[in-house]
């Protein structure tokens, strides 16, 4: 059964730091790029950033662009969101999800994605 769990969510301050895992079980990532979304409540699901499955090709979104970052550990079968500098406005359910595709690609639409962990809130606040 193929599975994604996010954790590493939880309460931090203005200006501090959190690092996401999405662990996946049942399938490999290797053949899959992966996408890290994020949903605030009254908004609609963002696409935060991606990275391909074969050299690493990754993308931001320009909210965070400078301050994420994005990585795999395919001998983990892990991804990982590294978020610095964080904001109030970075609060919000976080997902990975993950997109069978070949080659550098990745993409930050939702409906690129078909598989989905259950999501780990981050909340931003003194």
Known sequence: QLQLVESGGGLVQPG??????????????????????RQAPGKDREGVSCISPSDGTTDYADSVKGRFSISRDNAKN???LQMNSL????????????D??????????????????QGTQVTVSS
């Open 16 to 37: 501090g730091s959190l690092r996401l895992s999405c662990a996946a079980s049942g399938f490999t990532l290797d053949y899959y790029a992966i996408g890290w979304f």
């Open 78 to 80: 892990t991804v990982y």
């Open 87 to 98: 904001k109030p406005e970075d609060t919000a359910v976080y997902y990975c999800a993950a």
């Open 100 to 117: 069978a595709v070949l080659g550098s690609y990745c993409g930050r639409r939702r409906s690129e994605y078909d598989h989905w962990g």
